[in-house]
Structures are given as structure tokens and as C-alpha cells.
């Protein structure tokens, strides 16, 4: 599966940074982690900035800086000691953005991509205003814009917070107008959007990427299954009719050249009937979804995201053979260590563990991906394998080592 490079006309771009410099990241998270990881090897330098010590990016980088985001003058010294700027998540303060470019340090992706990511409405007006198709939406400013929208615009319908909403959080179903005041308190009576709810057949995404001479590449469209409003499985390539991937790939690329993104960039669709699209939301990074990508593909989707913020060529996207990931979540640790002996079994189930030192229910501790001939091949072993974690015989331990009974 080849995705051709197109490229938008870009009249001038600053010289590449090559292996010795050093790449800034803020944010501290598993993304962080494997864009070190795809550094290092690349022989490039990592720096991370976050208010965690000992975080899973901080374990794997070159130098760990640990201050609050707010923090002005930490955020300026940590600019001018690095070569290059990204992110491992688009909530961070927009002055970052603002001091990398005060400095002369280029920021990648700029500050306005995450400006439109960070805010639901920002982004789904973004959509409209691009002549992207979305699901019909509402802003929604107090309790009677809610129940208002509910008899005139559409219900059922999803009442999401406008700002910090990721992996369900922020959001509530409403099913009938009599809903409206206990949805209103569930989101904390703040700005928000309504949204129609979209009849879809899959969940799918594209993760794409910009380079600085504005050539875009893309991996294809993605099936994402979620469970709890978490991502449960990916599975690559979607099972999807090839113009459905047509029109995804040219709606992202619209996306990123409107933004004038650099970087990787995922995008979130709804699929409907007759390989209908609607964007769902993006996120301007390596994404959950594109993991599986680090065995798959040619290039990762932590290398592409490299090459992009230090002005490289980008990598090819084609996929080496059909995979899945499944996500392992802090649940898996409930009655003790999982049963790592039992998964090392599988012999095409690569293991990646985030560095987490607290496994809660709901965190992401990590994720299995497996490659095979075909996509359900890979998907039946995925799911033994993590199956294979909660067998009965796997170690019972308490965080400190000591055996615990078995409930």
C-alpha cells in the first residue's frame, strides 16, 4: 500500500536540522517516549519540558526539565537551548508557541494549529468555514442555547465541553430535551458544543503529515474500535471501499495546507453510509491510532513526525504488512502484574510499555501491535495475546513486590 507524496507550492524553507541537534518537546507522555525513542536512533538530541519528573518521555530523552508550563522565563531558557520545537499534546499554553517564535526557533507545528485543536468550537467552525463536511453543531453558552437547540436543531445529540475533552471526557449523551439541565451540570455549566449524533458505520482516521516545502503523505485510512470512549483497537488498512480513502486523504490535506501545519497530523472521521465522511476532530501530532505504524510501515509516524520539525524529506508511508494494535489500559494491573511470560508467546506480538509508574483504571500503560498477512490475522492474534495477560497463572504481586492474594 503506497500513498504518493503531493506537494503544495512553497516559495522558500529554512535548511534542514541534521543528526546532532537538538529537538525541544513540551509534553512528557507516551508520544514523547517514541519520538525519543525514533531520535535517538536517527542520532538526534532530545529535550522535554513538563511539570512531571521522571516522566515517560523524561526516562528515554537526553535532558528532562521539569517546570510549570506558565512559567515564562523556564519556558524561554528551555527554547533557546534547543534547536527545534514540537509537542506531545496541543494543550500547551499558547505563549510557548509565542516565546519559540520571540526567539527565532521555529515551532512545528505553529501556534494557530494548536489554537484550532485545543477548542472544540474553534475547530469544528474551522471545518465549516473550510467547506469540510461535519456533523450539523451548536454553540452552546448557557442553559437555555441547550434546550433551545435541542427542540429546533437536533436530538439525540452529544453535549461536549468546547475546551480539554480527549478520550470521552467532556461529554454526554442526551437522548431527550428533558435532559438538558443534568447535562448541562454534568460538563460544568461551561462553554461547549452540541453536536448532532452521526449514524456511522466505522470510526476511522487518517494520520498524515506536512513538510516544511509543503509535500503531504498520509498511511491510509485506519478502523478504530473504542471501548468506553477509549481507543480499544486499530486496525490498518481499513476495511474501507478506495474512494472513501480518496476523499479522506484530500480533506486532510486540505486541513493541513488551511493551517499551514507542519508536522503529523492526525484526523478523526465518522464513515457512513455510501462512503460518506465527517470530520470528527484532529490531532496536531503522532497519534494513538498511528502506533502501529512503528512496526507497519516504512516510516513511523514518530520519525515522519522527526523529519517534518527538522525540515527533512519525508519518509515513505507504505505499509510493509497489514497490522493491529490494541491498547493496554491500567486495568490489566487490577489482580497484579500482567502475565508478560504468557505474551512473550505470541512471537509476532511486539510489546511496548509506556513507563508509567501508576497503572489506573482507564490509563494508557502501553499497546501490543501485531503484523501478519492479513488484517484479520493480525486482529485474531492481538486479541489472544492480550487475552493471554489476565491468564490465571500471571505473577500477583502488590506495587512493592510482595505476593498478593488472589481475589
Known amino acids: 500500500m503506497t500513498h504518493p507524496t503531493t506537494q503544495s507550492p512553497i516559495t522558500h524553507h529554512p535548511s534542514p536540522l541534521l543528526p546532532g541537534s537538538t529537538v525541544g518537546v513540551f509534553g512528557s507522555g507516551q508520544l514523547g517516549r517514541m519520538l525519543a525513542l525514533a531520535a535517538r536512533r536517527m542520532g538526534y538530541h532530545i529535550a522535554v519540558f513538563s511539570p512531571d519528573a521522571d516522566s515517560p518521555t ?20 528551555f527554547v533557546r537551548s534547543v534547536d527545534a520545537v514540537t509537542y506531545e499534546f496541543e494543550n500547551v499554553p499558547a505563549h510557548v508557541a509565542m516565546i519559540a517564535a520571540e526567539e527565532g526557533v521555529p515551532a512545528r507545528p505553529r501556534g494557530r494549529v494548536l489554537r484550532t485543536a485545543q477548542n472544540r468550537l474553534r475547530e469544528k467552525t474551522f471545518f465549516a468555514e473550510a467547506g469540510l463536511p461535519v456533523a450539523s453543531f451548536v454553540p452552546i453558552r448557557s442553559l437555555a442555547d441547550l434546550s433551545a437547540a435541542l427542540e429546533t436543531i437536533c436530538v439525540p445529540a452529544i453535549l461536549k465541553t468546547a475546551a480539554f475533552g480527549y478520550d470521552g471526557k467532556g461529554q454526554v449523551r442526551i437522548a431527550h430535551p428533558s435532559q438538558a439541565a443534568d447535562a448541562w451540570r454534568a460538563i460544568g455549566e461551561q462553554e461547549a458544543i452540541l453536536e448532532c449524533v452521526v449514524d456511522f458505520e466505522k470510526e476511522v482516521s ?44 484530500r480533506f486532510a490535506k486540505i486541513v493541513m495546507e488551511k493551517l499551514d501545519a507542519v508536522g503529523v497530523l492526525c484526523v478523526e472521521f465518522f464513515l457512513c453510509k455510501e462512503n460518506r465522511l465527517f470530520l470528527n476532530e484532529i490531532a496536531p501530532r503522532p497519534h494513538n491510532s498511528g502506533h502501529l505504524t512503528i512496526e507497519a510501515a516504512v516510516t513511523s509516524q514518530f520519525e515522519q513526525q522527526l523529519r517534518a520539525v527538522c525540515g527533512l524529506p519525508l519518509g515513505s508511508t507504505e505499509f510493509v504488512r497489514p497490522a493491529v494494535m490494541v491498547n493496554l489500559l491500567g486495568d490489566l494491573w487490577a489482580d497484579g502484574k500482567p502475565n508478560w511470560a504468557a505474551l512473550a ?31 484479520d490475522a493480525a486482529l485474531s492474534t492481538a486479541l489472544a495475546a492480550r487475552a493471554a495477560l489476565t491468564a490465571d497463572d500471571r505473577q500477583r504481586t502488590t506495587d512493592d513486590g510482595r505476593p498478593k492474594a488472589a481475589r
Do not use: C, W
Not at 228 to 239: E, F, G, M, T, Y
Not at 351 to 371: D, F, Q
Open 58 to 77: 523524561g526516562q528515554v530523552a537526553d535532558r528532562e526539565v521539569v517546570a510549570d508550563y506558565m512559567d515564562a522565563d523556564a519556558v524561554r531558557a
Open 206 to 249: 487518517m494520520v498524515a503529515a506536512r513538510g516544511v516545502d509543503g509535500s503531504f503523505v498520509h498511511y491510509g485510512l485506519i478502523e478504530n474500535r473504542h471501548a468506553n470512549h477509549i481507543l480499544d483497537v486499530s486496525i490498518a488498512p481499513a476495511a474501507v471501499d478506495k474512494i472513501a480513502e480518496v476523499h479522506a486523504a
Open 345 to 375: 508467546a505470541f512471537p509476532t506480538a511486539k510489546l511496548h510499555l509506556y513507563g508509567k509508574a501508576e497503572a489506573r483504571p482507564g490509563r494508557k500503560m502501553g499497546h501490543i501491535t501485531v503484523t501478519a498477512a492479513t488484517a
